[in-house]
């Protein structure tokens, strides 16, 4: 149990700003590691939720996954893309504590629902595209105005503020019988982003609510002109303080003053510093540990605040007399968090194959150097870490002195990590719902860990730059070129902090003066560069930067030395196909970058074949039918109809193939409705284009069709699929606003011979060529984001039966194609 002290006068000071708030006050709690603010915050939460009448909530800010952000982009020139992600995670955040079932509430949901559709509805008809510095430059449909990206900007904010004042109205009236406590840790991860500012301004509107910011000092000023705003800094603890701490962890024996001295004189009242002490001297005696004597084992420990802790933990270990925990502290220092099977790995690659994990976790936790890692919900997870300020000291010194130990422990947890990720990666390219693996959190965890464990142990840091890529870019076709993919933002933050690490660990760059940016720096820069700027949704304007973002990407082919490894004979097979691999994902958005400047431009074509040869070759089947619907796109752009209709029948035909090849007995056919909507949008256009106005609407049923399934199977609606279903609807609803009244009711009884409608029949007038009315009128409804996740919501119900009525065969539609 942890043991809170001192600092009195600033739990009593919050505990009286809270119980005489009227409304919402900030208070920016800043501290180093080791400070104590969790356990300040935790103190603070005790007392107020001990009164009935104060209501606390928890967050953090890593735990909630939301510190994946646009660093330095917040306020008046925030850009369009971190506007919108602060749009949809405040969303979240504001639903989460508006989640009691109380009518305060339902005018604010309501208000969110509409706001949402609103702002989505905007996007879709502008057809608006979310890079970081887009323009909207490029209309498809008559209706689509042009508009740049300060209307972007300003539509987003719009929405955002219509949905914070109901969320204020219906928090004031939420808090007429309660005060309210909010603490967020590790707040550094947002506080230079749009969404950390929205938090702060947001707090200050919530009516007897106060908010409790926990974070690192940093160079970003959250300094706000309003006596709402309130900064404490949290200082070390004083000597009384050190006294008060002893007496009570040496509880009834008494503490000579000399201890306490020695205890504060060498940590300066660093609040984890006296807590590693005081362990030392409950280990060591107790009250009969001679205080000179502390003192000498103290001087002899490294000045340097970096390697101090990591002694000071031995110190401990030899109290107690279990060396074998040395090993396992080794282990624990190269993991950011861990459980006993993986904690059992690397204490095995040491050749300890008798020690207990469970009992050696157990003793450091009976130690207080570990902490658990609850799972979002605040449940046991099974998962431990050990205090951040000690497992980077424990880290330093296993780098520095032993260093072949260090190098053997990231290999053992890489191996470890592979051996897991198998059995999703084995035969990874041959199944459509095998790339579900980059949705999946578990996934998503192995991998990176073990990028980060592979990547520090090679020599050839180019290899990890590659296999870094790959994945990066994997990534980003997968799902977040199209909308943001938080995947991409956590990598690139994992590459900040690995890439660090080995350059630490080799001390210099060969390939360039340490005075210019290393290949890892300047990967990071292009990966980001890449990130903002790349127009997201599907329409690319040609006004996007594409020529940076080429650049960029050639950049980023040379500093993983593509064409010098490709032919190396010291790769494994494995890492030989890696890097061909990278080598074809780069080459794809290559042919991106000339297709959408200027779809007249043929260097896009030879792209897209090398591209495509180079996949052929790794077996990545699902991947080159995709291209091939992007090239009979791409001549479609191009007025290449007879090409595009050959390159599309091809592109079904791969389709449908591969899908029948997966068995029913492993849950085939495997078909991918997202793709299979996109074709017959192709095709559809095709016949639009040809004045074939009967055979269109057919096709753009089947589209939608798809596109409506699409949103259920195989997993539950997501943002993804959620805006999937709403650009076919609004490609469908645009072409009939270019018809008169007769010619859309004819278009839309073939449109319905496949397409879902509406569960009601819309009232007078009829028909109205408006995009969005077309679409609410006629078309099947999607998901509303409050039913996003879930098979247990009215949508899906509404999913389930046209699914019912659907016709089984996919294939059968795909005979339109080929």
């Excluded at 330095?72 to 979240?92: I, N």
């Excluded at 639903?95 to 604010?108: H, I």
């Excluded at 005696?285 to 802790?309: N, Q, Y």
């Excluded at 799902?479 to 943001?484: H, L, Q, R, S, V």
């Amino acid at each position: 149990m942890s043991i809170f002290v001192g600092r009195t006068a600033e739990v009593d000071g919050t505990l009286q700003l809270l119980g005489s708030l009227s409304g919402g006050v900030v208070l920016d709690v800043v501290g180093v590691h080791g400070s104590g603010k969790t356990m300040f915050m935790d103190r603070v939460s005790e007392l107020a939720g001990a009164d009935p009448g104060t209501q606390v909530y928890l967050f953090d800010m890593a735990r909630y996954d939301l510190g994946a952000g646009f660093h330095d982009d917040y306020g008046a020139t925030a850009s369009a893309a971190v506007l919108w992600e602060t749009f949809t995670r405040s969303r979240a955040m504001m639903r989460f504590l508006a989640d009691p079932p109380v009518p305060e509430f339902d005018r604010f949901k309501e208000v969110c629902r509409f706001q949402s559709r609103l702002a989505e509805d905007f996007l879709a008809k502008n057809e608006i595209s979310l890079g970081r510095r887009s323009a909207i430059e490029k209309a498809e449909f008559t209706s689509i105005v042009h508009i740049g990206d300060e209307a972007v900007r300003q539509r987003i904010r719009e929405a955002q503020s219509e949905i914070d004042d109901a969320f204020a109205e219906a928090w004031e009236e939420y808090t007429l019988r309660r005060r309210v406590l909010i603490t967020v840790d590790t707040f550094e991860l947002v506080a230079d982003d749009e969404l950390g500012h929205w938090m702060v301004r947001m707090a200050m509107r919530m009516a007897k609510t106060l908010v409790i910011l926990a974070r690192v000092p940093a160079q970003v000023a959250l300094s706000v002109p309003s006596p709402r705003y309130r900064r404490l800094d949290l200082a070390n603890l004083g000597p009384t303080d050190v006294q008060d701490y002893l007496s009570r962890r040496l509880h009834p024996d008494p503490v000579q003053p000399a201890l306490a001295e020695v205890v504060y004189g060498y940590t300066d009242g660093h609040a984890g510093g006296v807590a590693l002490i005081g362990d030392l001297v409950v280990e060591s005696g107790g009250h009969a540990v001679d205080p000179r004597s502390l003192r000498r084992t103290l001087e002899r420990l490294p000045e340097e605040t970096s390697r101090r802790w990591a002694e000071l933990v031995l110190l401990i270990i030899a109290a107690v007399h279990e060396p074998h925990l040395r090993q396992v502290l080794d282990a624990i220092a190269i993991t950011r968090t861990f459980d006993a099977t993986l904690l059992s790995a690397l204490v095995r690659a040491m050749g300890d194959e008798e020690s207990d994990v469970g009992d050696a976790i157990a003793k450091l936790v009976s130690l207080r150097l570990l902490q658990d890692v609850p799972t979002p919900d605040f449940g046991p997870s099974g998962r431990f870490r050990i205090h951040e300020f000690i497992r980077l000291s424990l880290a330093s010194r296993l780098q520095t002195y032993h260093p072949d130990r260090w190098r053997n422990l990231h290999r053992a947890a890489a191996e470890y990590f592979f051996e897991r990720l198998r059995r999703w990666e084995d035969g990874i390219y041959t199944t459509y719902t095998s790339w579900y693996r980059f949705e999946d959190r578990e996934w998503q965890e192995d991998k990176r860990e073990w990028l980060r464990h592979s990547g520090l142990l090679t020599g050839d840091h180019a290899i990890s730059r590659a296999r870094f890529t790959l994945v990066f870019l994997e990534a980003f076709w997968w799902w977040g070129y199209y909308i943001p993919f938080p995947l991409n933002r956590r990598l690139l933050e994992d590459w900040s902090r690995t890439s660090a690490a080995w350059e630490w660990a080799h001390a210099s760059w060969p390939e360039s003066p340490r005075d210019a940016p290393s290949p890892d720096e300047q990967l990071l820069d292009a990966l980001t560069y890449l990130l903002d700027n790349y127009p997201l949704t599907h329409v690319k304007p040609p006004g996007a930067p594409w020529d940076g973002i080429r650049s960029r990407l050639l950049l980023i082919r040379r500093i993983c030395g593509i064409e010098q490894r490709s032919a190396a004979h010291s790769l494994s097979a494995r890492e030989k196909e890696d890097v061909k691999r990278t080598n074809a994902f780069i080459t794809l958005f290559l042919a991106h970058t000339r297709r959408y400047r200027d779809p007249a431009d043929q260097r896009a074509d030879a792209y897209y074949d090398q591209a495509t040869a180079a996949l052929e070759e790794l077996g990545d089947a699902w991947t080159v039918a995709w291209i091939h619907f992007e090239r009979a796109d791409h001549a479609l752009e191009r007025g290449l109809t007879d090409h595009a209709v050959a390159v599309l029948s091809e592109a079904a035909r791969r389709t449908r193939d591969l899908a029948l090849e997966t068995p029913e007995s492993d849950g085939g056919p495997d078909w991918d409705h997202e793709l299979i909507a996109n074709l017959h949008r192709v095709r559809a256009d095709l016949h639009w284009a040809a004045g074939e106005r009967g055979p269109a609407a057919d096709q753009y049923g089947r589209a939608l069709a798809h596109a409506y399934v699409f949103q259920g199977e195989p997993n539950p609606p997501d943002e993804y699929s959620r805006q999937f279903y709403l650009e076919i609807g609004t490609r469908t609803a645009a072409r009939m606003t270019a018809l008169g009244e007769d010619e859309a009711m004819a278009f839309l009884a073939a449109l319905r011979r496949h397409a879902p409608a509406p569960p009601a029949t819309p009232a007078p007038p009829l028909f109205v060529p408006d995009l969005t009315l077309i679409r609410e009128r006629f078309l099947a409804r999607g998901p509303m984001p409050d039913e996003l996740g879930s098979d247990a919501t009215e949508f899906f119900d509404e999913w389930s039966d046209f699914k019912e009525s659907m016709a089984p065969d996919a294939s059968a539609g795909m005979d339109t194609l080929i």
